[in-house]
């Protein structure tokens, strides 16, 4: 089932409680639509990093070949800020007069800890990742960071388009206004230039010019984003999760939000399923688990629900992943 929706998609999510096995599901099934012939790019915006435990190899910020078909890269938070905060700041030191230019880096150092930026930050470099791949791959496969993070991120593409149309509203009438002023500037030599600053920075027009280019840029890329989070035929959202009643009442609540994000869900994956016919305490802990999968099927009985297996050991490199893949493969799905 879980192998199925995948073929039929062009990006796929992954998220859930930390710890439940989503790195693996994830890397899984990316292995396995590479098996079938496709190009699939595997990103992780887990700032846990566990795609190069996983594998075995340094994975990071460049593109690295897993396997055959198969690339990997880590979108490292704390990194993708710095990076983002960079180019914000170099863009604004061009744009702004040049005695501005100590006010840019103040602000610059100022947002570095400012609430939503990570998410901001990693967002912009999703949607850029998003747009690249889908030229460059036939899958795209996220492995994303513990479901409030997640939840989170899914809803901001709304909130960054909006405010880029407000940032291009405001620039509109700021280019208006500066027309006001260098009409004044015309009868009262260099009082308009004095107060927009031409003279060490780039001319008004050039810069308003460039300032619209960027926003232009941006809100494009989050609409794309937009339409490909909110279009169930190119994109699902599959939440992974274990039999125990937290990740359960925690998939209900993210199931929930990413429904008010207009993210669609595909599917849920239930790992590390207890056995019951493998002595009496893996028994009492099935029964458990039961009634925890009572409790999910009640409220996303419309969803289905594969359910994977407890393994005796963990699941490391290529070839473990392959044999999961396989379990993905071979597991049925209940509704």
């Known amino acids: 089932m879980l192998l199925e929706l995948a073929a039929e998609r062009r990006v796929l999510f992954f998220g859930g409680k930390g710890g439940v096995g989503k790195t693996t599901v994830a890397a899984a099934t990316a292995l396995a639509q590479a098996r079938a012939g496709r190009r699939v790019l595997l990103v992780s915006t887990d700032p846990a990093h566990n795609l190069g435990h996983l594998w075995q190899r340094p994975v990071g910020p460049q593109k690295v070949r897993l396997a055959a078909g198969l690339d990997g890269l880590e979108l490292d938070p704390e990194l993708t800020v710095q990076q983002h905060l960079e180019d914000v700041g170099a ?6 007069p040049a005695h501005l230019a100590g006010e840019v880096d103040k602000h610059m150092a100022l947002s570095r800890d400012a609430p939503g930026m990570h998410e901001a ?9 998003l747009e690249q791949g889908l030229a460059d791959y036939d899958l795209l496969v996220f492995d994303t960071a513990p479901s409030g993070h997640t939840a989170r ?3 901001l593409p709304e909130m960054m388009s909006a405010w880029t149309e407000g940032l291009l509203r405001r620039q509109e009438r700021g280019s208006r206004f500066s027309q006001v002023l260098k009409n004044l500037g015309q009868d009262d030599r260099g009082f308009g230039q004095s107060i927009l600053g ?3 920075g780039e001319a008004a027009p050039d810069r308003d010019s460039r300032i619209r280019q960027i926003l232009d840029r941006r809100r494009e890329r989050f609409n794309r984003l937009r339409e490909v989070l909110g279009d169930a035929q190119q994109c699902a959202f ?3 999760l274990a039999a125990e009643r937290l990740p359960v009442l925690e998939t209900i609540e993210l199931h929930a939000q990413l429904q008010r994000a207009g993210t669609p869900v595909g599917a849920l994956v239930v790992n590390k399923r207890s056995p019951a016919d493998a002595g009496a305490f893996l028994a009492e802990r099935h029964a458990l688990e039961e009634q925890h999968l009572a409790t999910l099927r009640q409220a996303l009985g419309q969803l289905p629900l594969l359910e994977l297996p407890l393994l005796p050991g963990d699941v490391v490199g290529e070839a473990a992943l392959e044999a999961f893949a396989r379990q993905l493969n071979d597991a ?3 509704l």
């Not at 930050?121 to 990742?129: D, G, M, V, Y």
């Open 91 to 96: 863009a604004l030191r061009k744009l702004m």
């Open 121 to 129: 930050a990693l967002l912009e470099r999703i949607a850029e990742t």
């Open 153 to 155: 991120l899914m809803a």
């Open 198 to 200: 031409q003279g060490d």
């Open 238 to 240: 599959v939440i992974v």
């Open 332 to 334: 049925t799905a209940t």
